[in-house]
C-alpha cells in the first residue's frame, strides 16, 4: 500500500502540493495571523500544572462568589516614604481618574483607609502594605463578561497606573513603581515563550541545514527534509490553535510541542531521501546511465514507491510507536499533560504525513536532479569531505569496523556499556521529585520585577505556600494552628481568620520545605473536618495524581512498544532487550538532569537560578521518560529496519547486525546530531522547564545515538544471535498475517 501511495503521489505531484499549501495557508491564517479573532499565541494560558484534590478543594471552599467576575492589577510601590504628601497626593489622583474608568468595580488605596485607633494599619488592608513598611500596592478590581476581559478597560487601567508609576519615580529615582496583576503575567509568560520558540527555531534551523548539507552535499537535498520540518511545525501550530477552543493550551505545551514535531520531522525527512536517493542509484545503475528521459522518471517514480515501501514503513511504525507512547500520557489526571499528549499525537501524525505524503511530492518534482553532484561538491577538499560523510553509507566503513570490534568480546561490551549507563544515572539514587517554585519567573519577563518584590515583601499579598482550612470554631483553629507552628521547617502560623464560614491559618515555611510540611500536616489531623491548601500543597497533589498513573502510562507505553517491535522483527527478544536498554539509557538522561539542575551544577551555564529548584519537577520527569523513550524507539526502528532486510537476504544475525548497523549509522548519527542540535537550541530559552526537558533530551538522544544504538546494541544482539529471533509458535501466524512486510 505505501509503495502504491509513493508512486501515485509522485505522480500527481502537482495536487498534492496544492493540497498541503491550503492546509499550511489555513494553519498559518488561524494559528499565526489571527484571522478569526484571535491567534494562538493570544489563546495560550499560564496556569501551570494542577489536578482535582485536597488543595483545589480548599481553594474552591474559599472562593469569593464574585472572584470570577473580575480580573485586578496593581500599582506597586516601594522603597518610598508612605508618609509623604507627593506620594498620597498621586495615588488620590490615580485612584479619582480610575475609579472614573467605565468597567471598574473598585480602587483600594490604602493609604486612604484609616488606621485604627492604635495607629496600627488597619488589618483589611494588610496584605497591601509591604513588611519592611516601604511599599504598597494601589489595587483595582475590573469587571469580567463570562470570564473574559475588556481588552479596552485593561489598556485603560494599565496606562493610568503606569502614569502614575512614572510620577512617583520622578518623585524619588531610587523607588520601584511598577504595573502588574495576571492579566499582564500572562502576557509577559506568552511573551517569553514566543521569544523562545523563534531563538530556538533560529538556532536549529540554520544549524540543522548545515548538517543536511554536509549529509547530502547540496542545498536541494538538504531543503526537502527542512521544508518538511517546516511544514509540521506550521500544521503543529494550526492544530494546536483548534485544540485550544476545547483546553487550555499553555505556554509550556507550545514550546514542547513545537520541539518534538521540528525534530521528528526532520529525522524522518532525513530517512526518506535518504533513502530514496539510495534505491534510485540502485535502479539507475541496474538499468544503466543510457536510457531516455521518460524512461528515467519512471525509474524515479519507482525508487520513490520503494523508498515509501521501506523506509516509509519504517517511519509509520516508528511515528506510531511514539504516538502511543505520548498516547499513554492520557492516563494522567493533570490537563496540561492531557493537552501535551493530544498535541504530541497530532504533531507526530502530521510529521508522518509529511514524510509520507509531502516530501514523495517534492522528490516527484526534483528527484531527478537528487543523484546529480551537489553544487558544494564540486569544491576543492570540501568536495572529498562530503563525500566521505555523505548520507548513502559504503558497503565497509566505521560502523562496520566498530561493530566487528564489538562482536569479539559481546558480553563484555555490553556489561561495560551498561554500567557506563549506570554510573551516569547514579544521582537518581539521590533525586528529589518536586514542582518548580511557583513564584519563579524568567528574569526575561516583563512581569520580573513585579512578582520578585511582591514575593519579597508582600508576603499577604501572594498565594500562601501552606494555608489551613477548618469547619470548626476559633479556639480550635487556633490550637490547630499552634501546633502545626511546632512542625520543622515551619517558620510561623497566622492567626485564623473566618472565610465563608471557615477558619484560615497561612502557615510560612523554609524554602522548598512546603511539600514536606504539607505531607506532614495531613499525616496527623484534628478532630474536624479539615483541608489544608496552597500552592504547595496543590504541587503535593499534582504530584501524587503523577505516582498514581505513571504504572499504567509504563504499561500501555511498555506493551504497546513490545507489539509493535515484534510485528516489526517476528523475535519477543529484540523487543524485551530494546525495552531494558531504553530504561537503562533513560535513567542516565534523568542523572544528568539530576545532576545539572536539582544539584545545580548547569545554573551558570544555562543561567538560571540554582535555588529556585528543590527537586526535579515532576511535569519535566514524566515528559523526558516519555518523550526520551519515544525517541529512542524512533533510532531502535531505523537500525532494526535495517538488520532485518539483511537478515531476510540471507545473512548470518551477526553479519546482519554488522551491515545493518553500517548501512544505517550515518543516518541515525546524523539526524540523533540534528535532534540534539534542535532540543539544544530550545534550551538556549529562558523558561526554566524547557530548559530541563531539552537538555535532559539532548542527553538521551545523544548517549542513544552514540554509545546505546552504535556499542550496547549491536553488542547485546550478538551475545544473543543464536535465540534472537525466537518467538513461540503460537505467535508466528500473527506475524505472519500482519507482521512488517515490504
Not at 498620597?88 to 472614573?100: E, G, K
Not at 485593561?154 to 504595573?179: F, H, K, M, P, T
Not at 501524525?349 to 553532484?373: D, M, N, Q
Not at 547514579?426 to 520585577?449: C, F, G
Amino acid at each position: 500500500m505505501l509503495r502504491t501511495l509513493g508512486v501515485f503521489v509522485a505522480r500527481h505531484r502537482l495536487s498534492a502540493l496544492l493540497l498541503w499549501v491550503v492546509v499550511i495557508g489555513a494553519s498559518v491564517a488561524t494559528a499565526l495571523v489571527g484571522v478569526t479573532g484571535e491567534s494562538l499565541f493570544q489563546r495560550l494560558s499560564s496556569a501551570g500544572p494542577s489536578v482535582a484534590g485536597e488543595a483545589s478543594e480548599a481553594a474552591d471552599l474559599l472562593q469569593s462568589k464574585t472572584a470570577g467576575d473580575t480580573e485586578s492589577l496593581s500599582l506597586l510601590v516601594h522603597d518610598v516614604d508612605l508618609s509623604a504628601p507627593e506620594l498620597a497626593r498621586v495615588l488620590s489622583a490615580a485612584t479619582v481618574d480610575l475609579t472614573a474608568i467605565d468597567g471598574v468595580t473598585a480602587v483600594v488605596n490604602p493609604l486612604s483607609v484609616p488606621p485604627l485607633a492604635s495607629g496600627q494599619p488597619n488589618p483589611a488592608v494588610a496584605p497591601l502594605l509591604a513588611d519592611d513598611g516601604t511599599g504598597l500596592l494601589l489595587n483595582v478590581e475590573m469587571a469580567t463578561t463570562d470570564g473574559d476581559l475588556s481588552a479596552v478597560v485593561l489598556d485603560a487601567v494599565q496606562e493610568r497606573l503606569g502614569v502614575a508609576a512614572e510620577e512617583i519615580q520622578n518623585l524619588d529615582s531610587g523607588a520601584v513603581a511598577e504595573v502588574g496583576g495576571t492579566p499582564l503575567l500572562v502576557e509577559s509568560l506568552v511573551a517569553v515563550a514566543e521569544a523562545d520558540l523563534q531563538k530556538g527555531e533560529l538556532i536549529a534551523l540554520p544549524i540543522a541545514l548545515a548538517v543536511m548539507l554536509v549529509i547530502f552535499g547540496g542545498f536541494l537535498a538538504a531543503g526537502i527534509p527542512l521544508i518538511g520540518a517546516i511544514a509540521s511545525i506550521l500544521g503543529a501550530l494550526g492544530a494546536l490553535w483548534g485544540f485550544s477552543y476545547v483546553m487550555e493550551i499553555d505556554t509550556t505545551v507550545l514550546n514542547v510541542i513545537t520541539v518534538i514535531g521540528l525534530g521528528l520531522s526532520i529525522d524522518y525527512g532525513l530517512l526518506i531521501v535518504s533513502r530514496f536517493r539510495e534505491e534510485f542509484r540502485t535502479l539507475v545503475a541496474r538499468v544503466g546511465v543510457d536510457h531516455p528521459a521518460a524512461e528515467r522518471h519512471e525509474l524515479m517514480l519507482e525508487a520513490v514507491g520503494v523508498t515509501l515501501d521501506t523506509a516509509g514503513r519504517t517511519v509509520l511504525y516508528s511515528g506510531l510507536t511514539f504516538a502511543i507512547a505520548t498516547v499513554g500520557l492520557l492516563v494522567f489526571e493533570s490537563t496540561i499533560i492531557r493537552a501535551i499528549s493530544i498535541g504530541a499525537v497530532s504533531v507526530v501524525l502530521i510529521a508522518i504525513l509529511t514524510a509520507l505524503v509531502l516530501i514523495p511530492a517534492l522528490l516527484g518534482y526534483f528527484g531527478e536532479r537528487l543523484l546529480k553532484p551537489g553544487i558544494l561538491t564540486r569544491i576543492p577538499a570540501l568536495g572529498t569531505l562530503l563525500t566521505r560523510f555523505g548520507d548513502v553509507a559504503p558497503p565497509e566503513g566505521v560502523f562496520s569496523r566498530l561493530t566487528r570490534r564489538v562482536q569479539r568480546a559481546p558480553v563484555l561490551v555490553a556489561l561495560g556499556g551498561i554500567a557506563l549507563l549506570l554510573l551516569l544515572g547514579s544521582p537518581v539514587l539521590n533525586m528529589t521529585v518536586s514542582s518548580s517554585d511557583a513564584s519563579a519567573i524568567p528574569k526575561a519577563a516583563s512581569q520580573y520585577e513585579f512578582v520578585t518584590v511582591l514575593n519579597d515583601h508582600f508576603p499577604l499579598a501572594t498565594a500562601p505556600r501552606v494555608q489551613l482550612v477548618g469547619d470548626t470554631d476559633e479556639v480550635s483553629a487556633s490550637a490547630w494552628a499552634e501546633d502545626v507552628a511546632a512542625l520543622p521547617n515551619v517558620t510561623a502560623t497566622t492567626p485564623p481568620v473566618e472565610v465563608n464560614g471557615y477558619w484560615v491559618s497561612r502557615v510560612d515555611v523554609e524554602l522548598n520545605q512546603g511539600p514536606s510540611v504539607v505531607r506532614e500536616i495531613r499525616a496527623d489531623r484534628p478532630a474536624f473536618d479539615n483541608w489544608v491548601g496552597g500552592t504547595d500543597a496543590a504541587a503535593v497533589d499534582y504530584t501524587d495524581s503523577l505516582r498514581r498513573g505513571a504504572p499504567w502510562a509504563a504499561l500501555i507505553i511498555g506493551g504497546a512498544t513490545v507489539i509493535l517491535l515484534f510485528l516489526m522483527t517476528g523475535s519477543v527478544l529484540i523487543p524485551l532487550t530494546a525495552l531494558l536498554v531504553s530504561v537503562i539509557s533513560l535513567g542516565a538522561a534523568v542523572g544528568i538532569l539530576v545532576w545539572g539542575f536539582q544539584d545545580g551544577n548547569l545554573a551558570g551555564l544555562l543561567n538560571f537560578d540554582a535555588s529556585t529548584i528543590a527537586g526535579v519537577d515532576p511535569l519535566v520527569l514524566t515528559l523526558v521518560l516519555t518523550f526520551g523513550f519515544g525517541l529512542a524507539m524512533d533510532y531502535e526502528m531505523f537500525l532494526l529496519a535495517r538488520i532485518k532486510d539483511h537478515h531476510e537476504q540471507g545473512e548470518s544475525t551477526r553479519r546482519s547486525i554488522e551491515t545493518g548497523l553500517q548501512s544505517s549509522g550515518r543516518i541515525i548519527s546524523s539526524a540523533a546530531l540534528i535532534i540534539v542540535i534542535v532540543f539544544a537550541g530550545f534550551a538556549t530559552g529562558n523558561l526554566l522547564q524547557m530548559k530541563q526537558i531539552g537538555i535532559a533530551l539532548a542527553v538521551a538522544v545523544l548517549l542513544d545515538a552514540t554509545l546505546v544504538r552504535t556499542i550496547v546494541v549491536p553488542a547485546l544482539m550478538t551475545a544473543l544471535e543464536g535465540p534472537l529471533w525466537w518467538a513461540p509458535t503460537w505467535l508466528k501466524p500473527i506475524h505472519a498475517r500482519f507482521g512488517m512486510r515490504e
